[in-house]
């Protein structure tokens, strides 16, 4: 059974970062594109970035240039390095394989408020 496990979140003000991390286990992880995603409630949940197994990425326009997705397909793990964050990126912040969901995990709360 594949399980997702986000960690990372926090409070943190405008303008600063943080690094989420996502461990992954029960798949072989390297073949399988990865990517982030947001909820806010009462919205839908929304794809953040995508990273292939090869390391091409994608992100949804909002945080070109702010977010960075990476992976370590040894460690079976994916991150996003979130800069320069704004009160709009406030949000729990989930994992998956877009092409081939998994069962959801619990998340990890980003909130940007100063």
């Known amino acids: 059974q594949v399980q997702l496990v986000e960690s990372g979140g926090g409070l943190v003000q405008p303008g600063g970062s943080l690094r989420l991390s996502c461990a992954a286990s029960?798949?072989?992880?390297?073949?399988?594109?990865m990517a982030w995603y947001r909820q806010v409630p009462g919205k839908q949940r929304e794809l953040v970035a995508s990273i292939t197994g090869v390391g091409s990425t994608n992100y949804e326009d909002s945080v070109k240039g702010r977010f960075t997705i990476s992976r370590d397909n040894g460690k079976n793990k994916v991150y996003l390095q979130m800069n320069n964050l704004q009160p709009e990126d406030t949000a729990v912040y989930y994992c998956n394989f877009p092409g081939r969901p998994a069962d959801w995990g619990q998340g990890t709360q980003v909130t940007v408020s100063s």
């Open positions: 029960g798949r072989i992880f390297g073949i399988y594109t």
